[in-house]
Nanobody, 114 residues
Framework: VQLVESGGGLVQAGGSLRLSCAAS????????ANWYRQAPGKERELVAT???????NYADSVKGRFTISRDNAKTTVYLQMNSLKPEDTAVYYC?????????WGQGTQVTVSS
């Protein structure tokens, strides 16, 4: 089982990034996919969720700026991040949940400069 994130980097405030998470070894099409983030000294927080049916949910702090999507054929989940703010700086983690099983990626750093 492997979840591999990519797309992180350094961007100026107001800019955009698109994160990708490629899954292998799991039945991705029946998983709920999530993006979490963890800033230095803070707890990991849930940023966005997309269900098997394609329903989405977002943390209040990113609503209207971030969009989660999935491509089951490519077993990949995406996080489009627009209008980035310095407070979005964190390590972003991909997560897939299938019933009682929980899978995590290694994380990708996103740094937003002011």
């Amino acid at each position: 089982v492997q979840l591999v994130e990519s797309g992180g980097g350094l961007v100026q405030a107001g800019g955009s990034l698109r994160l990708s998470c490629a899954a292998s070894g799991i039945r991705f099409s029946i998983s709920t996919a999530n993006w979490y983030r963890q800033a230095p000294g803070k707890e990991r927080e849930l940023v966005a969720t997309i269900t098997v049916a394609g329903s989405t949910n977002y943390a209040d702090s990113v609503k209207g700026r971030f969009t989660i999507s999935r491509d089951n054929a490519k077993t990949t989940v995406y996080l489009q991040m627009n209008s980035l703010k310095p407070e979005d700086t964190a390590v972003y983690y991909c997560n897939a949940k299938i019933t009682l099983w929980d899978y995590w990626g290694q994380g990708t750093q996103v740094t937003v400069s002011s």
